[in-house]
């Protein structure tokens, strides 16, 4: 067998829509990445959405627009993707993070209520927040939102491994407690456009923003020009941005595949409840699930004690089980410690990482397949 941790599922139907994009006039951004968005504003029950080319751009422009530049600070999790921290120090801005709980494996809200009154005190408060619904689960981002208004904090969700997953009442990308949300296509990502990713906000002068910045600060619109336009022709640059465009074929595919979406989370929970069921008697920690959130599941973690961490993992992969570590605390990376983050500083993310790992599960992981993972794994602890 050789089981990934994650994978892509792509039947005729998708392949069909991004042919039909190939047979078309527009290849880079055109009607299909306007579509795509509408999509995932009326999925998400939001005014705006703004589809780039991937998630680590989404993120860099979203903290553009909100406006963290040199001499202002981020704050996210250590327990992420790099790209949650790295779009800050785009922005010239510097990064520090906020412990995990280590039940949810997401942002400490108490760690964050701490550390922002000591900053409040020493006159070090962020900009920018950005919480990372890790594994799909929600972040509390009732009392996140709350404490970040109370200073004037920009709240920027990281939702990459959450689309399809809710908070209370509310669809993850609403942003009913945030100023904007970024999801990632990356193939193992819930939904897929190969590469690509999207912002979405309630709030139009964010939007405009991000619109100029994924395609070089340019606009064309007459309304928004510093002098009378020339022609027809006439465009203006009115920043630096970049060219993070999003091509048609990934939004035909990210489109095809956002229409498919609760077929995937249904299946990705059907999954869950086996591991759930089939795992309970390991001397292993199982996700915890808050009563109040419904994970989008993009990953399964269970914790098993440190010592034998590294012996699960290699002894897993040696039968063709790709498990997987998510995440190393991005504090620990060489190019952060260089910044003066050290071992020792976000302990609770540090320990969970120690004893982390991520078992396969995506759409098209089959029965057998699982039944072959928990055996497996069952017969270690034997
Ligand atoms: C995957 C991921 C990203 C980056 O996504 P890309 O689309 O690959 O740039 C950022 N944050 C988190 C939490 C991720 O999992």
């Known amino acids: 067998m050789n089981i990934p941790y994650g994978r892509q599922c792509i039947d005729n139907d998708d392949i069909e829509q991004v042919v039909e994009i190939l047979k078309s006039d527009w290849l880079t951004q055109g009607p299909a990445v306007e579509k795509f968005e509408e999509g995932l504003a009326k999925y998400c029950g939001i005014s705006y959405a703004v589809a780039v080319n991937s998630a680590t751009s989404a993120l860099h422009i979203a903290c553009m627009a909100a406006g963290l530049s040199e001499g202002k600070r981020l704050w996210t999790t250590p327990n992420s993707f790099v790209a949650s921290a790295n779009c800050g120090l785009y922005c010239g801005a510097s990064v520090d993070f906020v412990d995990i709980d280590n039940k949810t494996y997401n942002m400490s809200t108490a760690a964050l209520a701490d550390k922002l009154e000591r900053a409040a005190r020493e006159n070090t408060l962020p900009h920018v927040i950005i919480p990372v619904h890790f ?64 912002i979405l906000t309630q709030r139009p002068d964010f939007y405009d923003k991000l619109i100029r910045l994924r395609s070089h600060g340019i606009t064309r619109s ?138 396969p599960i995506y759409y098209g992981f089959s029965d057998q397949q699982q039944e072959y993972v928990i055996q497996t794994l069952s017969e270690m602890f034997r």
């Open 135 to 198: 594994a799909g689960q929600a972040c509390d981002m009732k009392s996140i939102y709350q404490m970040a208004k109370r200073y004037d904090i920009v709240v920027i969700e990281d939702a990459s491994h959450a689309i399809g997953g809710w908070y209370e009442e509310e669809k993850i990308g609403n942003c009913r407690y945030s100023d904007m949300t970024v999801f990632s296509f990356h193939p193992v990502k819930i939904i897929t456009s190969g590469e690509g990713g999207a």
């Open 222 to 359: 007459t309304q928004l020009m510093t002098e009378e336009s020339h022609g027809a022709w006439y465009y203006q640059q009115l920043e630096l941005g970049y060219n993070y465009r999003m091509t048609d074929i990934q939004a035909a595919l990210g489109a095809s595949q956002l229409t498919k979406i609760e077929r995937y989370i249904s299946r990705r929970k059907e999954i869950v409840a086996k591991y759930n069921e089939c795992l309970k008697n390991l001397p292993i920690a199982l996700p915890w699930q808050n009563i109040d959130t419904q994970s989008a599941w993009h990953l399964y973690v269970v914790r098993v004690h440190e010592n034998i961490r590294k012996q699960i993992f290699d002894a897993l992969r040696q039968k063709g089980i790709g498990v997987n570590v998510h995440y190393i605390p991005i504090h620990t990376q060489p190019y952060y410690q260089r910044l003066g983050f050290r071992w020792g500083d976000f302990p609770v993310a540090e320990q969970y990482y120690r004893e982390t790992l991520s078992l």
